[in-house]
């Protein structure tokens, strides 16, 4: 049985007033699967085909014009000169949700369909699944008591969710994961030749994740210049394994901090570069609320990807160390997050939730704590939310 994803219905909306619908996200997070799902009427060509690939090269208008009913072109990154030619296609048809793109969005792809094809297309970013996607399938219910670090160290990558006896293990699929990336889009697309440097530089990378980034240590912990941290740290960006969360900029009275904080989208696979070995280990471990910290950032991002809204995050600090781990603005107004691993609550928990108000004032909307504990309820006018029940929203 096929997984219903929550950006399902941000598909079907789009479809409706856009000629081109671009699905993009990280490879292997069932982009292709949805754009198949939603669009199942039209006819299905990927770009990984050397000959559909030749044909398309050789003879890019022919190519288009057997599709009189739009067509889902799939990897369409490996083609970029097609989306020139889809651009007069689509305005001489003049029909919405016409064609669907699908790719991984690295290195300018956004960017190549946005100068294309202004105005006629929309995005959808898919990352992978979200809990309550996790949650529809059988290994919700055959999980271990501690679901929490079971799925946290298990990840969200679809292929790991297939039905049972079929999904690999999840220390099997990352090593192959990690491997196939390094080798296929890091060398090939940017030209690192020193594999083994990159390799140590995105372990490094997982050290620090939850953590103030600051790209002069990293790179001098790496051996490599800072102009070639920042450039390795764009590529990983571009290619969905780590996000980097700015500090919000307004003050309230008060300095921040400038550095952004480092987070990786995936834990399985931030488990897996930490050589985490199992979920027990994990429960124990000392990057544990690191970990944790990276779930509740990637359970937001999807679900502002999933329902198209802008992927706006951030984090708060000043330079005191007052900090609060999560923060995005909403119309007027701002909602806070605290975010702790314990399963057991503590007051204290509120105390930079209730400095944050103080500061911010009226634009301060609900305040939210997620932990790791099973109930949900409220404490001193704060929501505390069990990740049992996070849906990504933090109001």
């Known amino acids: 049985m096929l997984l219903e994803r929550q950006a399902q219905s941000t598909v079907e909306r789009l479809r409706r007033t856009f000629r081109v619908l671009a699905i993009t996200g990280p490879r292997q997070s069932g982009k292709t699967t949805l754009a198949r799902m939603c669009f199942a009427d039209k006819p299905y060509v990927s770009f990984e085909d050397v000959d559909v690939r030749q044909r398309a090269q050789a003879d890019p208008r022919g190519f288009l014009a057997q599709f009189p009913d739009g067509a889902v072109l799939d990897e ?5 000169a097609i989306l020139s030619y889809l651009q007069g296609w689509v305005d ?6 016409d064609f669907v793109l699908t ?11 946005s100068q294309s094809l202004a105005g006629r297309v929309a995005h959808v ?14 290994d919700w219910q055959r999980a271990s008591p501690n679901k929490l670090m079971h799925f946290m160290w298990r990840g969200a990558y679809p292929a790991l969710y297939a039905a ?5 293990a999840p220390y099997d699929w990352y090593a192959q994961y990690f491997a196939t990336y390094v080798q296929r889009d890091v060398r090939q697309i940017t030209g690192v030749q020193d594999l083994a440097t990159f390799e140590r530089f995105v372990l490094l990378c997982a050290g620090r994740c939850g ?7 990293l790179a001098s912990d790496a051996g490599v210049s800072v102009n070639t941290a920042k450039n390795w740290l764009s590529v990983l960006q571009a290619s969905y394994i780590i996000r980097l969360l700015q500090p919000w900029h307004e003050n309230f009275g008060k300095r921040l901090v400038k550095m952004p904080k480092l987070y990786f989208l995936d834990t399985g ?8 070995a199992d979920a027990q280990t994990l429960s124990t471990h000392a990057m544990r609320g690191a970990v944790f910290e990276c779930w509740v950032v990637a359970e937001t991002l999807k679900h502002r990807l999933n329902q198209g809204l802008p992927p706006d995050l951030y984090f708060w600090r000043d330079n005191h160390g007052t900090e609060l781990d999560l923060l995005y603005p909403e119309g007027a107004h701002l909602y806070p997050v605290e975010i702790k691993s314990g399963q057991t609550f503590s007051h204290d928990w509120v105390n930079t939730l209730d400095k944050f108000k103080r500061y911010a004032g009226a634009r ?28 990504g929203t933090l109001g």
Not at 103 to 113: H, P, T, V, Y
Not at 164 to 168: L, Q
Not at 269 to 276: E, G, K
Request: net charge positive; proline share 4%.
């Open 125 to 138: 970013e898919l990352l992978p699944l979200s809990l309550a996607e996790i949650a529809q399938t059988a």
């Open 76 to 80: 369409v990154q490996r083609l970029p």
């Open 364 to 391: 301060v909307g609900h305040t939210c704590v997620v932990y790791g504990g099973a109930e949900n309820f409220e404490f001193l006018g704060h929501s505390v939310r069990s990740w049992r029940l996070f849906d």
């Open 269 to 276: 696979l931030l488990c897996h570069l930490l050589r985490i």
């Open 92 to 97: 001489t048809r003049q029909r919405m949700g």
């Open 211 to 217: 953590q103030l980034l600051n790209t002069s240590s």
């Open 164 to 168: 049972k006896g079929v999904a690999p």
């Open 103 to 113: 790719g991984s969005e690295q290195f300018g792809l956004r960017a190549g369909i």
